[in-house]
């Protein structure tokens, strides 16, 4: 449907249309709530509108750096082929989903995902947004008759010519001029169109010998040949208004449209599959199916952590599954001594006099007389033993060749099963890149560090006097032991970037289930590109913060511990004390619950499914807590989780000014706030034991541990609050149904008491 007319003059000349108004609102808001395709009112509720790409001539490119762009374009392109593949299984074995079901086409390629190239698109910088009044459909509120427009200038002219039309309502009270409003209602489809009410239908006529098919539009006349209208809309069910003519026929007593893209899709083959493949549905344009944007979010990384972005590029699995290795101690090879020899040897003058100390003793021990003395030798056995653990224990004096677990190797080739937001792979390449540019680096001249731990205060969130500060991280570290933590502390600026890139209707995954004669069928739900810009680039709309954030790692020895307690299946055999870290067995043992859990099934206890819904259910405990504190609502805050490093960060989500809420909380209330997290009603439930009954949510509410959709990183999924209080088993453990697990924080108790 067009919303643009254009004029000419007598002399031929055209005549540019006026240009659509521009709204301003916050950027994240228009990058998400009123981006390209949302269907909208202002305040008040007066008229409905439709956003669309700003008509500036030149867009306001994102104020990003290279690596930014080109960590969004990765993550992009992952998010796409995802979304592909799981869309491709939607359909029956008799009527499969078409490639452009599932897929923007610009996204497709003889039928299969293509990456564009990256030029195709441009990273805007969302400031404003523009719009036109949609749907043009309205209704007069008292004789019920319909008029429909194709274009803004169309509705302004024909509306202004009905006003001075005679009501059609009989009776004395309905004697004047037609009242009209604009339709609140609209058709829309998983495909992503939408259309406003109209009578007639979109249909395709079929190809024959001497022409090709052809999509046809509604005929917008009744085959009495009446052009006149009624929308009788008295029942409370919108699919059941229809349409009259003004001679009294009517297309049956339910309200039908066909979707105008899978009817031209599907062709000739749409007449041999079931008609609910082309329906439309009818909606308030109120309603959140009408419009889902599609926003992923990361950790930015700086120009000198290019190396860790080239680890997430395509085909680098090889090059990632080595830095893993490495990053948590897997598949070190144990230099032998004569090799360490070797290398000192070749070392040069500064590593003569070690050679030279371990050859003696080893000549000592290889002289004929030891054989009489067994103790001296077990004793020079020992020193050499001792000597050689020495090198391999000493940073940089003896490289480590390293071989990367073949079941790691796998892992990293799996990485698009997992989804980018729970890849645990990226997730640990973005902690390190995190570590390296907050978590480990100094404080600056004036005494701020990037990140403080609370057990180790700077200047500017220390007390007033040495002695207090003292007492306050003494205070502090007590509290991290009995909530089982290994780390605490503010990131002043956590870097992060968020995008939207395209938008679905009616469900915001891959699939929506719907009732197909009796028979529940998952249809392939579209991901729809924005419209082009005026530079023919389609847009993605980014929004970078650098907000304060609080960040917690647990400690893995506890979490084991906790493990152990569960009971859990797979969990292997592990040594806090060796260089093996957890976080190794935690990607290897990782399993895929989808990015649109998919494969979020009850199943056996797993380790890896028991980590995450801790560090995610501590994580919204945290946010519940903060809101009490620091003054910020709910719904501004947010979370991001490092499953193999067992952390998560709470963060401001916001792109207004930081007014250091988390910094103050921790001024005023530092030891209150970790003492409230340890209080029992902080974990008890709102409801009383309604979530704890419940067989689908265990352990989880809005009236507890569930935050809004917009500040959840995984759907308020993967939550019980049995993980840390203990309870019943959270409803993805199917070993313990029925049973009770003891609590993290019960652990973490004991072992502090111990």
Known sequence: MSYSHKAKTAAGAEIQPPKAPPMTRSRSQVATAYAPGALFTFEGGLGACLAIPDQQERQTPADISKETAEQIHLRVREVWQNWFNRASTGGTDKHAALPGQCLDLMLLREGRYHAPSPSRFELVDPLQMGYVPAPLAFVCN????????????????????????????????????????????????????WEPPSPGRWEWRASTEKRPGQLHEP?????????????????????????????????????????????????????????????????????????????????????????????????????????????????????????????????????????????????????????????????????????????????????????????????????????????????????EALNRSKLSATAGLEGRAPFVRFNHLDKDLSPSTEALRTEQQQATT?????????????????????????????????????????????YPVRLNLFPTLGNGKRPVYVVTQANEAIYVRLRPELVYAWLKGVGVGDLPEWDPAGPLKFGAHLLQLARPFGKYFSELHPGPASTYRYVYTLLHTYAHVFMKSISEYSGLDL???????????????????????????????????????LEHLLASKTLMCGSGSLCDTNPHKPGACPDCVMVPETSCLASNQLLSRAVLRGGPAPREDKDHQGQEIPGFLDMAHAHAAA
Not at 168 to 174: C, I, L, Q, S, V
Not at 639 to 653: G, I, Q
Request: glycine share 8%.
């Open 219 to 431: 005929m917008g006349r009744c085959w009495c040949g009446s052009e006149k209208f009624y929308l009788r809309d008295n029942s409370p069910r919108i699919g059941q208004w229809f349409f009259q003519c003004d001679a009294g026929h009517k297309d049956g007593d339910s309200w039908i449209q066909n979707d105008p893209v899978t009817t031209e899709l599907l062709g000739d083959q749409g007449t041999a599959r079931p008609p609910r493949w082309r329906r439309m549905e009818p909606i308030s344009y109120r309603a959140s199916a009408v419009f889902y944007p599609h926003t992923e979010q990361f950790v930015v990384f700086s120009k000198e952590q290019s190396s860790l972005l080239r680890l997430l590029q395509e085909g680098k699995h090889q090059e990632l599954a080595a830095f893993v290795a490495e990053r948590y101690g897997m598949g070190a090879v144990v230099p032998t001594a004569q090799s360490m020899l070797e290398t000192l040897r070749a070392g040069g003058e500064q590593h003569r006099h070690k050679v030279q100390d371990y050859e003696s003793i080893a000549l000592m021990l290889s002289n004929p007389l030891m054989q009489a003395n067994p103790d001296m030798a077990r004793m020079l056995e020992k020193s050499l033993e001792d000597k050689a653990q020495d090198w391999r224990n000493t940073p940089g004096l003896i490289p480590v060749d390293r071989e990367i677990p073949p079941l790691l190797l796998s892992q990293a080739q799996l990485r698009a099963e997992f989804g980018s937001r729970y890849d645990p792979f990226t997730l640990a390449v973005e902690h």
């Open 478 to 522: 007590r509290l991290m032991g009995l909530l089982g933590m290994a780390e605490i502390g503010l990131i002043r600026e956590f870097d992060l970037c968020r995008f939207t890139h395209g938008f679905t209707r009616m469900s915001s995954e891959p699939l929506i289930e719907k009732n197909d004669s009796g028979q529940a069928v998952h």
């Open 635 to 673: 719904g501004s805050l947010s979370e991001y989780l490092f499953p193999a490093d067992m952390a998560f960060v709470v963060y401001r989500n916001g792109t207004t000014m930081d007014l250091g809420n988390l910094s103050a909380l921790w001024r005023n209330f530092n030891n209150i706030f």
């Open 142 to 193: 008292v004789c019920q008759r319909f008029r429909s427009f194709t274009s803004v200038k169309a509705a302004a002219d024909g509306l202004s010519g009905l006003a001075g039309e005679p009501c059609g309502a009989t009776g004395p009270e309905h004697t004047g001029k037609c009242r009209w409003r604009q339709l609140d209602v609209v058709f829309i489809h998983w495909s992503g169109a």
